[in-house]
């Protein structure tokens, strides 16, 4: 199984777009089963005491671990750029999934990561960081981590898309990660 995960809880962002598109192709092109985890979607107060307890986590922990931690072996992070590295929600979902069934969720298991941002540098940065937090989990990081910068000159709110240029750089990381 491989699961997407769109890095940004903001209501309406534009980073599910780019996964949205992702999931989608990835689904068409895949015998195997592919997920989308839209941290958009994610309801209530997830920051409380119990999330650090293995026996006693929330019950949605629980559940995002069991649905698509677990029976991934490869993931594909959607990452927007938050103040120069990727979103708090992102590091908050890996610290509570490294709780319980930590070796079933992380060890061995392969990762590609696409950074999103309305800048320049396409999350080169927090692309980086989150390797490294990735890594020392013991995933396994794809070397082509994918900067899409400037994203609003790539996505056309009308139409609900993306453009060619942001097609063409998303269809080479599905090859990626399909190979990988």
């Known amino acids: 199984m491989i699961t997407i995960i769109s890095g940004s809880n903001r209501k309406n962002n534009k980073t599910l777009y780019f996964a949205k598109y992702a999931y989608e192709k990835l689904s068409q092109e895949v015998d195997d089963e592919v997920r989308l985890l ?24 629980q559940q995002i671990q069991d649905t698509y ?14 103040n120069g590295s990727y979103p708090g929600i992102v590091k908050l979902l890996l610290d509570s999934m490294s709780v319980r069934e930590y070796k079933s969720s992380f060890d061995q298991k392969k990762a590609c990561i696409t950074g999103i941002a309305s800048g320049r540098a396409g999350n080169l940065r927090g692309m980086d960081h989150l390797a490294d937090v990735l890594n020392h989990l013991g995933m396994y990081v794809h070397p082509n981590k994918n900067p899409i910068s400037s994203i609003f000159n790539l996505f056309d709110p009308e ?22």
């Open 38 to 61: 839209d941290l958009s979607e994610l309801e209530g107060n997830i920051v409380n005491e119990l999330m650090y307890k293995d026996s006693d986590q929330p019950k949605l922990i």
């Open 69 to 82: 931690f677990i029976p991934s072996t490869k993931f594909w992070f959607f990452v927007p750029e938050y």
């Open 159 to 180: 139409k609900n898309s993306i453009n060619k240029v942001a097609e063409e750089t998303l269809q080479k990381q599905i090859g990626q990660i399909l190979t990988y």
